[in-house]
């Protein structure tokens, strides 16, 4: 794993986009703050939330969730581009879901509408809709996580619905993922921020 556990460190970590990073280190993270959250992602939540079952509390609302990690392994593939957060939380208001069952939907969610690709609304419906209901039932609060460690269950990967806004002073850079590589801050200013 790239970083210490969570019981070492007290962080999750948060991937955003380098054109996010000034806004957020000036003003935080809020869940709908970044610039792809109303084109990319408010309908795809809304979908998972509709099947959120009762027993989930209900301030667990994934479509107002900011989401995070608790660690990657080695080999993780970052985008380009990213930065890598490390945040402060409050576990009391954070959620643990395996992220496995939402991403097999995503695509067909997307492409759904595109005329070659209609069929897959039926795959949404029975398919699509069974990996959601896994995705709640396999879900957990975070406290309850820190005992009994299901994101360390090999195939559950782990993603941290944060249910509050992070603050400037929670927030640590971490990384920058330059063209596919994994620079530190010092690293990164040492290549790109002195004259030679």
């Known amino acids: 794993m790239i970083f210490k556990d969570y019981q070492e460190t007290g962080r999750i970590y948060h991937i955003i986009s380098i054109h996010d990073l000034e806004n957020t280190l ?60 490390a945040i402060k939380i409050h576990p009391e208001k954070c959620w643990i879901a395996n992220e496995n069952y939402a991403n097999q939907i995503y695509e067909p969610f997307v492409l759904q509408n595109l005329k070659e690709y209609a069929p897959c609304v039926q795959y949404l419906q029975t398919e699509g809709r069974e990996l959601l209901l896994k995705y709640w039932n396999t879900s957990h609060s975070f406290t309850e996580n820190l005992i009994h460690r299901y994101d360390q269950e090999e195939r559950y990967d782990a993603e941290v619905l944060i249910l509050h806004d992070i603050a400037p002073e929670d927030i640590e850079l971490k990384y920058i993922i330059s063209d596919h590589r994994m620079m530190n801050i010092n690293a990164w200013k040492a290549r790109f921020c002195c004259c030679r």
């Open 26 to 85: 000036l003003h935080g993270i809020q869940f709908d703050g970044k610039l792809s959250y109303h084109t990319r992602y408010y309908e795809f939540h809304g979908m998972i939330d509709a099947l959120k079952p009762e027993w989930v509390p209900s301030w667990v609302v994934r479509s107002k969730a900011i989401f995070g990690s608790l660690n990657y392994p080695d080999d993780h593939k970052f985008h380009s581009h990213t930065a890598i957060l």
